[in-house]
């Protein structure tokens, strides 16, 4: 599927590559395009700009809906900040992400940590792999989801070089840095979640997931640089 016409000077200095990629987000452009940011497995983190996608006579904005898996041949040309993509195509359609409320809801919160963490310009394949992994199962998920936020942050945070092995630890950290347990610090639960593979039947209430959840955000916000606030956090609350 051709993303337009690439400059004869720059095609010079590209070659197209193929490669896969995860949607993190993106933005409206001039009168019908958009600049999109791609996770990509060869290339890490990479910024698109894609002509002509929000045509209304097209469907092709679709594609670049938050957390789609695309298959993707792309230009890299080194001296660019933004490149082109040459042809896409959804890799695996969702069947539950897009249409289950609680999962529409963990998938915004999971796009705004994701963009705030994945900034290198290099390829990780495990890190990539893992992530495509854990979102397919995501979405085969028929229940006991609503934990799966919080156990994608403790495992990813293995895969980032700081990880989340020890609920006791987390809790240290934390305290270390000046954040006070106004209540039980949930190390049980949190060291279950650890322990579990996604889809585990760990009971919680919403007010002890949001806690857990403010918890990890914190700890992010200690080894991500700039990871600053989410908005996205206060529509967990509602889960």
């Known amino acids: 599927m051709p993303e337009g016409n690439y400059p004869k000077q720059l095609i010079l200095l590209s070659l197209l590559h193929k490669t ?7 933005i409206r452009y001039k009168e019908s395009s958009i600049i999109v940011k791609i996770y990509t497995e060869i290339f890490g983190l990479r910024t698109y700009v894609v002509n002509g996608v929000r045509n209304t006579k097209t469907a092709k904005i679709a594609l670049y809906q938050p ?14 900040a933004i ?14 992400l897009a ?7 963990i998938c915004f919160f999971l796009t705004e ?37 919080l156990q994608l942050l403790l495992k990813l945070s293995e895969h980032l070089g700081f990880a989340i ?26 060291q279950q979640l650890i322990n579990s593979q996604y889809g585990a039947a760990i009971l919680l209430n919403g007010t002890a997931r949001s806690e857990i959840a403010e918890y990890l ?10 990871f600053g606030e989410l ?4 529509i967990l609350k509602e889960l």
Request: one cysteine or more.
């Open 20 to 26: 896969k990629g995860i949607v993190l987000n993106f």
């Open 67 to 80: 957390l789609n898996q695309v298959d993707l041949v792309v230009y890299e040309n080194e001296k660019a």
């Open 83 to 96: 490149q082109r993509i040459a042809e896409i195509r959804l890799l695996q359609p969702y069947q539950t």
């Open 99 to 105: 249409v289950a409320a609680p999962k529409i809801s």
């Open 113 to 149: 940590v994701l963009a705030k963490c994945l900034r290198e310009e290099t390829g990780n394949a495990d890190l990539f792999g893992f992530l495509t992994e854990s979102l397919s199962i995501f979405d085969a998920l028929p229940k006991n989801y609503a934990n799966f936020h």
């Open 165 to 190: 092995s020890d609920a006791r630890d987390l809790q240290a950290q934390l305290q270390a840095y000046g954040y006070k347990f106004y209540h039980a610090p949930h190390n049980e639960t949190i």
């Open 217 to 226: 955000c914190l700890y992010y916000r200690l080894h991500v640089e700039n």
């Open 231 to 234: 908005q996205s956090l206060k």
